[in-house]
């Protein structure tokens, strides 16, 4: 069965930083992409950060460009979003997804606030 | 960046009903846009994929069409489980893009 687990989420203040993890099972993690989304309260999806299988490619919506960094460990099937100069507009519900988002994780809540 | 405009963004519809939902791509895509469906509270669930495949799993009643700038998300027979807030997502190129959602709720 596949399945994509977040953890990592909590409250941090603004100019806080904070790491995701995504543990993953049930696929070939090392031969798929992988994303995160996230959702802020009450609104749309927006797609954050994607890399590729091998870890060489990331890209990155504007909004995030400079501040988060994504990441992978084949060897450990796991996703890591490193989230830093966090702004009240980065609360969100963060969902682990697979690189065509047809996989998704329950999601990890963050809320940056003081 | 491509920008993704879906409408409506809201509708009323009644069981029974056929539903359009439209995509408009601010500039060729091919047939890189899936389609999803997320429930107030749940996980998001992709629909189609490429334009127009059906997602295993996936009621025959969705359909998608549409490649270039113009994409629509049919169900062609409402049913109570299928009112949820639909969103389209172009994977053309990076930045990926969401359109902003549209809500299919009971009339």
């Known amino acids: 069965e596949v399945q994509v687990v977040e953890s990592g989420g909590g409250l941090v203040q603004p100019g806080g930083s904070l790491r995701l993890s995504c543990a993953a099972s049930?696929?070939?993690?090392?031969?798929?992409?992988m994303s995160w989304v996230r959702q802020a309260p009450g609104k749309g999806l927006e797609w954050v950060s994607t890399i590729s299988g091998g870890g060489l490619g990331t890209y990155y919506a504007d909004s995030v460009k400079g501040r988060f960094t994504i990441s992978r460990d084949n060897s450990k099937n796991t996703l890591y979003l490193q989230m830093s100069s966090l702004r009240a507009e980065d609360t969100a519900l963060y969902y682990c997804?697979?690189?065509?988002?047809?996989?998704w994780g329950q999601g990890a809540l963050v809320t940056v606030s003081s | 960046d491509i920008q993704m405009t879906q409408s409506p963004s809201a509708m009323s519809a009644s069981v029974g009903d056929r539903v359009t939902i439209t995509c408009r791509a601010s500039?060729?895509?091919?047939?890189?846009l899936a389609w999803f469906q997320q429930k107030p509270g749940k996980v998001p669930k992709r629909l189609i994929y490429?334009?127009?495949s059906l997602q295993s799993g996936v009621p025959s009643r969705f359909s998608g069409s549409g490649s270039g700038t113009e994409f629509t998300l049919t169900i062609s027979s409402l049913q109570p489980e299928d009112f949820a807030t639909y969103y389209c997502l172009q994977h053309y190129t990076y930045p990926r893009t969401f359109g902003q959602g549209t809500k299919v709720e009971v009339k």
């Open positions: 500039q060729g895509i091919s047939n890189s």
């Open positions: 490429s334009a127009s």
């Open positions: 997804t697979d690189g065509d988002q047809a996989k």
């Open positions: 049930g696929f070939t993690f090392s031969s798929s992409a």
